[in-house]
């Protein structure tokens, strides 16, 4: 195991530096000058020029791309051109809203889809089954900004049960931290509670048709805990799976929440961003994204050993 861990964590040096290598070329191959946004529309070509070479923007690619690979060897992850502050410092302070919400968005989904799963897949073809899988459709249909303005208008505006917008820290209250996460998490979690239920669906369904399952009813074990014992544990692998890559899919659905909701995420500081096109943030940002992307990856994997003995690193 400890040998499994470690081959997959040195794994993630290529796999961050193509990351690197690739967000970093796209950046500067894509038209826009950092320097003109920070000068203005009244800076001159020499106000630009003089930026640049501040910047460092006016060396090569390759000079440029050495200098960031560089600092990122030592763990620094550069300045921003803008706030004049560590993308470290940036994204430690953004941090909090942003697993915040994707923490209580996970939470929710999966307590919803997989009961919902469960009882779909035992009641196979019934009226709860079409409804899951109308609802699946829908929740993959209907894009996240367009449920986060649907909320912001229902909730919000007409019965006033919740925030607009906003988010306040655990340290202010733990009842108002979470009713400022109420509408954007359940906005964020309808596609994965569709997700993660249609998945569940399949794969208990599947296991209610094995020779064990049938040997349980027919030993008169309650139906309950054929469906939770033997069945929902034999479906766990693909359901966890799913489940994770749920939780690596929220960087994209985190973005637009946060920036309909306006609150002050990680998900805000990339638009931010990438509006001023602040380099190193953006790469910072990506980089630290990938680096979750991965660890997310290898704790699924890693689960697969829990949840079936057959399994062995």
């Given at each position: 195991m400890a040998s499994f861990v470690l081959r997959r964590m040195l794994a993630t040096l290529p796999?961050?530096?193509?990351?690197?290598?690739?967000?970093?070329l796209m950046l500067r191959l894509t038209p826009g000058d950092?320097?003109?946004?920070?000068?203005?529309?009244a800076?001159?070509?020499?106000?630009i020029a003089?930026?640049?070479?501040?910047?460092?923007?006016?060396q090569s690619l390759v000079r440029q791309f050495l200098a960031w690979a560089a600092q990122l060897a030592q763990g620094n992850l550069g300045e921003s051109f803008y706030l004049k502050r560590g993308v470290g410092e940036l994204i430690l302070q953004r941090l909090e809203p942003t697993v915040s919400l994707a923490g209580v968005t996970i939470a929710l989904a999966v307590l919803i889809s997989v009961p919902l799963g469960v009882l779909a897949a035992w009641r196979h073809g019934g009226l709860l089954d079409r409804c899951l899988m109308s609802f699946s459709v829908l929740g993959f249909s209907i894009p996240v900004f367009v449920v986060g303005y649907l909320m912001i208008w229902l909730f919000a505006l007409k019965l006033g049960w919740l925030p607009v917008?906003?988010?306040i820290r655990v340290s202010e209250g733990l009842g108002d931290w979470l009713r400022q996460l109420v509408a954007p998490a359940i906005t964020l979690s309808i596609v994965y509670i569709a997700l993660i239920a249609r998945v569940t669906r399949a794969a208990v369904a599947e296991a209610l048709t094995e020779d064990?399952?049938?040997?349980?009813?027919?030993?008169?074990?309650p139906e309950y805990r054929v469906l939770i014992r033997h069945a929902l544990s034999n479906a766990a692998v693909p359901i966890v799976t799913v489940i994770g890559l749920g939780i690596a899919l929220l960087v994209g659905g985190v973005v637009v929440t946060e920036t309909v909701f306006a609150i002050p995420g990680l998900g805000a500081?990339?638009?931010e961003a990438v509006l001023s096109r602040?380099?190193?943030?953006?790469?910072?940002?990506?980089?630290?994204f990938s680096f979750v992307y991965v660890l997310v990856n290898l704790l699924v994997d890693l689960s697969y050993v829990f949840f079936d003995p057959r399994i062995r690193y």
């Open positions: 796999v961050l530096a193509i990351v690197a290598l690739i967000v970093f950092p320097a003109a946004v920070i000068v203005g529309d800076g001159s070509a020499t106000d003089r930026v640049r070479l501040q910047l460092g923007l006016d917008q906003g988010y064990h399952v049938r040997t349980a009813r027919a030993k008169g074990i500081l990339t638009v602040d380099y190193p943030v953006i790469q910072g940002v990506t980089l630290f």
